[in-house]
């Protein structure tokens, strides 16, 4: 008994054959599904407001974190409810699709046509060649004889049209598919470059890893240039290192430096400095000094960029422990920054390119949520013309999330 299974005569069809015609259907099934789902949104879109304004009617400093979480999410979700709305109601997806594949799909239902034509031309031809016709016609010569019969040569102008029709479907359907699935990948109908070879004339094949020509037949090699965006092992890309700014980033550095937790190292010299200064005011209880008294020997030492550094500075030099936010405190001022990133970008002046002032905003934070033993520890800016431009903003982003303002000045 053979082991060997025998193959099987039945000839499979490949039924995923994917048309134009049929992408074309599905993408209008599609846009008819959204403007269904459309009359949800809006209703989900509308719970999602009442839950949203209950939170917002009360002010900040009575929110849980959990009520702050839960109303920076529903706002998040407002947001993108009414862009999808707008999207839908407009018809922008569906008018961008037509926009971008309006000439190809013309093309595409142009060519059908066209070839329709030609097919009923093509049978009124081969009606005409009848067994009468065929008697009624005189014998002709023998080269007459050795011409195709009209049968032939439909058949082979029936093949000619339907690759010429196949070959048109497939070239509109690849400029189709390129425009509407960003996940395709657009082929190529390039053959191999093939030159001749100048010293026997025969076919010289492109090997493009190396950039050479080479001849099958005398084996000659020329050298040529390709430009490729491939990548190659022998020559890597250089690597490339870019720092993003992130705003809650350094917000979070502002927390801890207040808090005495960042991991800056400040230099023995500047403590030196700032000793040899506090000696020549002969300061003995070294628990007078404060943040005033510290910020103005790094100023007159020029030592500015040390400001940030206070409270380690302190701590350091008089054992006094620095400033402590609870877990709780400083998550709600993480949310706070959070939510007032939106209504920024919606009032600042579009002359304006740097953020509020951190130490600005963590003191009108710290003010709504009634910490005033934290004001001071958060100056204002000392420019009342610069205080005012920040107050202008921040009274529009009170205004947005309905907060309270208190003047600066």
Not at 13 to 19: E, G, S, V
Not at 29 to 45: A, D, G, M, T, V
Not at 145 to 156: C, E, G, L, V, W
Request: net charge positive.
């Amino acid at each position: 008994m053979s082991t060997f299974k025998l193959k099987s005569d039945k000839i499979y069809k490949n039924t995923n054959r994917i048309t134009l015609d049929a992408e074309h259907e599905k993408k209008i099934n599609y846009f008819k599904e959204i403007k269904n789902k459309n009359i949800l949104l809006k209703q989900e879109y509308k719970k999602i407001k009442i839950e949203y304004e209950k939170l917002n009617n009360i002010k900040p400093k009575l929110l849980t974190d959990v009520q702050l979480k839960r109303k920076l999410c529903l706002r998040h979700k407002l947001k993108d409810y009414r862009k999808k709305i707008k999207s839908i109601d407009n018809n922008t997806e569906m008018n961008e699709y037509y926009t971008n594949t309006a000439p190809i799909l013309y093309q595409y239902y142009e060519n059908i046509n066209n070839f329709k034509v030609k097919d009923e031309i093509k049978m009124t031809d081969i009606k005409k060649n009848s067994i009468i016709n065929y008697f009624n016609e005189d014998d002709g010569d023998d080269e007459d004889a050795d011409k195709q019969s009209p049968s032939n040569k439909n058949n082979k102008l029936s093949e000619l049209m339907n690759y010429g029709e196949s070959f048109q479907k497939a070239k509109l359907l690849n400029k189709y598919l390129t425009v509407t699935d960003k996940n395709y990948i657009k082929k190529n109908n390039l053959e191999k470059s093939i030159l001749i070879c100048e010293k026997c004339n025969e076919e010289r094949i492109i090997i493009k890893d190396e950039g050479y020509v080479v001849c099958n037949t005398c084996g000659h090699v020329s050298t040529i240039y390709l430009e490729s965006n491939k990548p190659s092992f022998k020559n890597p890309p250089p690597e490339i290192s870019y720092f993003a700014y992130k705003r809650i980033n350094h917000f979070n550095e502002i927390l801890a430096q207040f808090q005495g937790k960042e991991s800056t190292e400040i230099p023995q010299e500047v403590y030196d400095k700032l000793i040899i200064e506090i000696k020549k005011e002969r300061i003995q209880n070294m628990a007078l000094l404060n943040d005033k008294k510290i910020k103005e020997y790094l100023k007159k030492l020029k030592l500015n960029k040390y400001y940030e550094h206070i409270p380690h500075i302190i701590n350091r030099l008089c054992g006094l422990p620095p400033p402590v936010l609870s877990p709780e405190i400083e998550e709600k001022l993480r949310l706070m920054f959070k939510e007032i990133q939106i209504p920024f970008r919606q009032v600042c002046p579009s002359n304006r390119k740097n953020f509020l002032s951190y130490y600005y905003v963590l003191h009108k934070f710290v003010e709504l949520l009634d910490i005033d033993e934290l004001k001071f520890s958060f100056p204002l800016l000392k420019s009342r013309e610069k205080l005012h431009e920040q107050d202008k903003i921040w009274k529009q982003i009170c205004n947005i999330l309905k907060w309270e303002f208190v003047r600066s000045i």
